[in-house]
DNA sequence: GTTATAACCTACATGCCGTAGGTCGATAGG
DNA sequence: CCTATCGACCTACGGCATGTAGGTTATAAC
């Protein structure tokens, strides 16, 4: 049935390349078409929409991520898993920033359930059994961690970090060994969690 | 010389209204105009561009935070003073949605250096002196204080903390629990840093 | 070969941004 | 009071994006 070849696939890649190439708003139906050597109105044979258009970027960028991340956690725990955890994102954001952006879009509910997003938070929670926490405070501690890093990533590459003076590197190991460290010592005493 | 008394002011404000409302991407040139009750072209009058006005947009939301920081910190310090920063901006963010997302945009040099930004870090970094660190570490805990706080706030907006049974306002509690705990038992062995 | 399907096309409606150039009201100076 | 100026506002337009309608053609199945 195809004739030049043109399927989803492909123009899921190209919209991710452009992406990273040139930010996320720069990923329009007319930019991938070119890209791919057809016109624009053939790729709403393949898409519904534009936004299905990011929603593979997304998706995409979702799967790599705990693709990585599965590659990393194997074989660490604890400590070591959890800085592994914190530094593919980091990588992640810096090497694909275009697919960065696109992991920070909100997926419909479909969408979502369908995605490599649970296999990520599987991934962050197993780092959490090495602590010996509740069930509840390991998902505390997953938000934490979630925070900690993306908030980060986002303020380091919004450029929050460039005009002071100890390198943004220098702070991200410290965040990370403060977050190991709360984990390490996370309050039992319901006294303590006032 | 005004004939309708359309400003920069108006237009901003206007603009900031649509934001929350209906998210920032619905801030455009054309609806700014139907709201004032003026043509498109119009705005080119007070307003250099569309990325001008979503400049607006940043800058008046850097300002108000920045006054609800000033107001909320002043008196407090230490953990109350950590706790209240932390409070002041999911408040913001929750109330003011659309805002909150022109925060996350990026300024050029010349608008960011005018604007609030700087009195918002000079705040935070007034938090830190309670703890005792040098000025040095009061740069890294600055860091990891915006990185939890924004970062937090994302995923929850993003609806990250939506399909997991204990309510975000609980994992905030402990968050900020953390963080405080990391300043006050900040590391000041070179040792402990590795 | 004939036929169905789907990939691709042209053409177009709509809506946005931004520019060019004209109109008109408010104000200042004579 | 009268006129010149300035700028706020306008209409008209070009460019580019989204998305739809409807036609054409390559491929695959029979």
Do not use: K
Not at 72 to 78: T, V
Not at 165 to 187: F, I, K
């Amino acid at each position: 049935m195809p004739r030049s070849g043109v399927t989803v696939e492909r123009l899921a890649l190209a919209a991710a390349e452009l992406a990273d190439a040139n930010g996320l708003a720069e990923v329009t139906v007319s930019a991938v078409a070119r890209l791919v050597g057809v016109r624009p109105a053939s790729v709403y044979s393949h898409l519904a929409s534009a936004d299905v258009l990011l929603d593979q970027v997304t998706l995409r960028a979702l799967v790599e991520l705990a693709d990585r991340l599965a590659e990393q956690l194997s074989g660490r725990s604890g400590r070591d898993a959890l800085i592994a955890f914190a530094e593919v994102h980091r990588e992640y954001a810096n090497s694909h920033p275009g697919r960065w952006q696109a992991l920070q879009r909100r997926l419909g509910p479909e969408a979502a359930a369908g995605s490599a997003g649970p296999r990520i938070a599987r991934s962050a929670r197993a780092i959490m059994r090495d602590y010996g926490l509740t069930p509840d405070d390991e998902t505390h501690a997953v938000r934490l961690l979630g925070s900690a890093v993306s908030g980060f990533i986002a303020l380091e590459g919004g450029g929050s970090f460039d005009h002071s003076t100890p390198p943004a590197s220098d702070s991200w190991v410290l965040v990370l060994n403060a977050v190991d460290s709360a984990l390490r010592n996370w309050p039992t005493d319901s006294a303590d969690r006032a």
